[in-house]
């Protein structure tokens, strides 16, 4: 049994943030911002939207596009580090929001690369036959955890959900291969401060992305015995251009095969990888049968990817 995405939806709020907007509230300019970032807008959800409303939001339409029911879920996965609330989890909320009344649920933090673990996740479940259907959401509401004093941190970060759902596909599609890991000695790097806002040490971050994300990459093709050459698409987490261009070199493809969305929604977390997916395959840049590479990279320290081919 082979498990992929037979669904995936997106959500983001309708309140857009330009860098022009962050000009007038802190010392920044537009184009600093897009040099160092590739980031030219980002959502923030409404002070009535919690997380939990932005992932019922995309877990709807991903539903509407596989064709199933909220009592056909058997497992609701949310990778999510901006909970509504500490307990019940966001997962719990959404189960009741949804009506998913056959549905375990629980949470998943592995910040930006909170996706890529869930989706994982749900993969042991499908291919055990313990679930016919898991649904998997990556859904942020960074917006409440910004240190706006730090201009470093404060522009990078938007609000957003996706979700997928998971199961059963035909032979040779679906994800063929994996990599999960995490190095807590640079935790350090990248925290929520007692005063519930981001920190992040920017320069040892980035070296650490720039190594995990190329390296991941590399590895679930040799895991899926694939090559640079078999790669179709890649979608990387969406944190920083400087970033995402290093994976991209790394795997030796042109421009055009690798997902930007960065500069529409800066870093959604948890939600980015699965929102650039639901973007590239409106805009038809992602076909049936393409071979995929989803890689990110979070706190934690925390990183995975996954080769997939992508199809029912």
Not at 178 to 193: I, P, Q, R, S, V
Not at 237 to 242: E, F
Not at 294 to 304: A, N, P
């Amino acid at each position: 049994m082979n498990a992929g995405i037979i669904g995936i939806g997106k959500y983001v709020p309708e309140k857009v943030v330009t860098n022009f907007d962050l000009e007038k509230i802190m010392d920044t300019s537009d184009e600093w911002i897009r040099t160092r970032t590739g980031i030219e807008e980002r959502h923030f959800a409404a002070d009535d939207q919690d997380t939990s409303d932005l992932a019922v939001a995309a877990a709807k339409e991903a539903m509407a596009k596989a064709g199933i029911t909220p009592e056909e879920i058997g497992l609701i996965l949310v990778a999510t580090v901006t909970q509504d609330q500490n307990f019940p989890s966001v997962a719990c909320m959404v189960q009741e929001k949804l009506g998913a009344v056959n549905a375990a649920a629980m949470d998943q933090a592995a910040a930006c690369a909170g996706f890529i673990y869930s989706l994982v996740t749900a993969k042991q479940f499908v291919e055990a036959n313990a679930y016919k259907y898991v649904l998997v959401v990556g859904v942020e509401k960074l917006s409440k955890v910004i240190d706006w004093k730090d201009r470093n941190t404060a522009v990078l970060f938007g609000d957003g959900a996706s979700a997928a759902i998971v199961g059963q596909v035909s032979e040779g599609r679906g994800i063929l291969s994996f990599e999960l890991g995490a190095d807590g000695t640079g935790g350090k790097n990248l925290y929520l401060t007692p005063q519930d806002t981001i920190a992040m040490n920017g320069r040892e971050v980035f070296k650490f992305a720039v190594r995990q994300m190329g390296e991941s990459a590399v590895n679930v093709l040799d895991k899926a015995g694939l090559t640079k050459e078999d790669v179709d698409f890649l979608v990387p987490h969406q944190a920083n251009i400087r970033i995402m261009e290093s994976a991209r070199e790394r795997l030796e493809l042109p421009p055009e095969k690798m997902s930007k969305t960065i500069q529409k929604y800066g870093n959604t977390s948890a939600a980015s990888i699965g929102i650039s997916l639901v973007d590239e395959l409106e805009a038809g840049r992602i076909k049936e049968d393409d071979l995929l590479v989803l890689v990110g990279f979070g706190g934690g320290l925390t990183w995975g990817a996954v080769a997939m081919r992508w199809g029912k």
